[in-house]
């Protein structure tokens, strides 16, 4: 306030000589600090702008330099594409090409939205170019639609159900020692689980392997029913199992593999010789050998008791020079699904019944003849001719 309203104001109140000025004084010293203090917050503000600019200013540098090495980061990975061979369909393997294609695409930073499915197309031609040529463009544009539709149509096997058999299938090869071939199991395990669109974590994983038993000690068509509707987790998968027993009746196990393979099993009755509890009935067989049910269609053997041939044809009949490799005849039930084999031999001293049961192995037994055991009909010029 000035001074001269100060002294009016004073003077309004009757003050004169010291009482004014003691007046003017006192006004003057409570007006004062607080303009000095409305005056330094000024100050600071301007100041506190003033700093904002600057960062400003430093973020606009920072940023700027950060666009210009991504770019030349860019630039240099599009030149380095053409670096990588062509797709070969006849030589090449398609998972291990698109492994190293992967591998190359993250060491060059490309982005993976936007440039691994179009570098991964200057690199595809004949029948895999057909495949990514079909694809819609949004479609195209993706990576992993591409390498899904890449597994699909180019080598059909490579699905889900695929990558799972090979991983469980997978058996070292020759010449790779034991680190490759744990790499190798590792790659298929991740395809695996990138192909069944789940997370690889703790609980993911336990419910794809729940997923996996379950469906494998299922019947074919229970398991093809909850298949068929993806389930994205093993609560889906129980509610559809439910939902497929209320619609075809019984329980779960009489719609389990084992129960099926016992029904299957009914064409057929076995009793290896010397082996008590046969359910077949041990005491019924007087020669006390193996038997099956005839089929009145086929011809039957008195010597091994068993169908397809007579008893002239029996590659057991005394008295007669044969090359016995295994006397076995086996039912294998091997479902899609399934890793159970089931196993009925007649020779005991070769392997004793379901030896092989639950193994992931398949049993063949192989008869070789020589010349002079085949007919006529099966032979010309002395090799024999494949029907």
């Known amino acids: 306030m000035d001074l001269e309203k100060l002294v009016g104001i004073g003077k309004s109140f009757g003050l004169s000589g010291d009482a004014l000025h003691k007046f003017v004084q006192g006004e003057q010293d409570k007006v004062l600090p607080a303009k000095k203090l409305e005056d330094d917050r000024a100050r600071d503000e301007r100041a506190h702008q003033l700093e904002l600019k600057k960062l400003s200013l430093e973020l606009d540098k920072v940023r700027q330099s950060l666009g210009d090495t991504k770019s030349s980061h860019g630039s240099i990975g599009k030149g380095k594409s053409p670096e990588l061979p062509h797709f070969n369909d006849s030589v090449d393997d398609l998972d291990a090409y698109l492994q190293r294609f992967e591998r190359y695409a993250t060491s060059q930073n490309w982005d993976k939205d936007t440039e691994w499915a179009v570098n991964l197309s200057a690199l595809l031609k004949g029948k895999a170019l057909d495949v990514y040529s079909r694809l819609p463009l949004k479609e195209s544009c993706d990576y992993d639609t591409l390498k899904k539709a890449l597994f699909r149509k180019y080598i059909g096997n490579l699905t889900e ?9 997978a058996r070292p090869e020759k010449g790779e020692d ?66 497929y027993l209320d619609a075809h009746g019984g329980d779960l196990y009489a719609h389990s593999a084992s129960s099926r393979q016992k029904q299957q099993n009914q064409r057929f009755t076995k009793q290896i010789p010397g082996k008590k509890g046969d359910q077949t009935g041990q ?19 008195d010597i091994c008791k068993r169908p397809g041939h007579s008893t002239n044809d029996c590659w057991f ?3 007669q020079e044969r090359t016995k490799v295994a006397s076995a005849e086996f039912q294998a039930i091997h479902d899609e699904d399934s890793t159970a084999n089931e196993c009925y031999v007649q020779d005991s001293n070769f392997v004793e019944n379901n030896d092989f049961a639950n193994s992931s192995e398949t049993v063949v037994c192989v008869f070789i003849p020589t010349q002079s055991h085949l007919k006529p009909c099966c032979s010309e010029n002395g090799v024999a001719k494949m029907t």
Not at 161 to 169: A, P, T, V
Not at 283 to 298: F, Q
């Open 161 to 169: 159900q695929g990558f799972r058999q090979k991983f469980r299938w």
């Open 178 to 243: 034991p680190f490759q071939f744990t790499v190798r199991l590792g790659n298929l395990l991740t395809r695996w689980v990138e192909m069944a669109e789940i997370k690889p974590t703790y609980s993911e994983l336990r419910g794809l392997l729940i997923r996996e038993q379950f469906l494998n000690a299922c019947s074919k068509e229970l398991a093809i029913f909850i298949r068929e509707r993806k389930p994205g987790s093993i609560d889906y998968v129980t509610k559809l199992a439910e939902q």
């Open 283 to 301: 005491g019924s067989n007087k020669d006390n050998s193996s038997t099956l049910v005839r089929n009145e269609r086929r011809p039957f053997c």
């Open 317 to 319: 009949r005394p008295n």
